[in-house]
């Protein structure tokens, strides 16, 4: 089955500052990479999501990149600001119904 | 993005009883969704997949007879956890595809608190 490594498991930033959890996969036949931000006692949230035919993805300050080749993606962060603080977790699969999930950084945005 | 509902939010109950977790679609319908469980400072981990009008399919280590779960119509997925005790304490979480069965929506969680 899949299998998927997310670092750092924490990540503390200053205001302004970006910020970067990459994250690797295991099974080349996934095609599909969400990102949820879950804040305390909340459900994640989807915020950005790339599928393999796609290297990059941005959506206003957050963007998300795809190495196939290597088997890993990652999450950036641009201008941090204090309400970005949460947890990110990353996830791969082939599609939705079969998303396995990393075990989640804790992002620290410091005002 | 699409909109799953949860319900309740927070519930506390005494060991021995059973406790019930709504999980609904707004203005979507969804054949299939998902629990999950997470404990603290931990990722989901996913229990097992509700299949509306059909047995749903559980996790290798799940109890069926614990986690009764039930998916009678297309916008609406419900939990039970029979006879819950102190160890069942947990949050909770449905998720259902939205967006044309594209992207993932997660509900907005119950934390369980068995006494």
């Known amino acids: 089955g899949e299998n998927v490594e997310q670092h750092p498991s924490t990540l503390s930033v200053q205001e302004g500052d970006s910020a970067v959890i990459k994250c690797t996969y295991s099974d080349s036949a996934s095609n599909y990479f969400p990102w949820y931000k879950q804040e305390l006692g909340k459900g994640p949230q989807l915020i950005i999501d790339i599928r393999s035919n796609v290297g990059e993805k941005k959506d206003q300050r957050i963007a998300v990149t795809l190495n196939k080749t290597a088997k890993h993606f990652s999450l950036h962060i641009t201008e941090t600001q204090p309400e970005d603080s949460a947890v990110y977790f990353c996830?791969?699969?082939?599609?939705?119904?079969?998303?396995?999930f990393g075990k989640g950084t804790m992002l620290l945005v410091s005002p | 993005g699409a909109v799953v509902s949860q319900h309740p939010s927070r519930v506390i109950c005494k060991s021995g009883t059973s406790v019930k977790i709504e999980c609904r679609s707004l203005?979507?319908?969804?054949?299939?969704m998902f629990w999950y469980r997470q404990f603290p400072k931990q990722s989901l981990m996913l229990m097992a997949t509700?299949?509306?009008?059909?047995?749903?399919?559980?996790e290798q280590g799940v109890e069926k007879d614990k986690f009764l779960i039930n998916h009678a119509s297309l916008t609406l997925s419900t939990l039970t956890v029979t006879s819950a005790h102190p160890e069942d304490s947990s949050f909770y979480i449905c998720?259902?595809?939205?967006?044309?069965?594209?992207?993932?929506?997660f509900g907005s969680g119950t934390q369980l608190s068995v006494l």
């Open positions: 996830a791969a699969g082939r599609g939705y119904s079969t998303l396995t």
């Open positions: 998720s259902a595809p939205g967006d044309a069965n594209e992207k993932l929506f």
């Open positions: 509700s299949n509306e009008g059909s047995k749903a399919t559980y």
């Open positions: 203005d979507f319908q969804a054949t299939t």
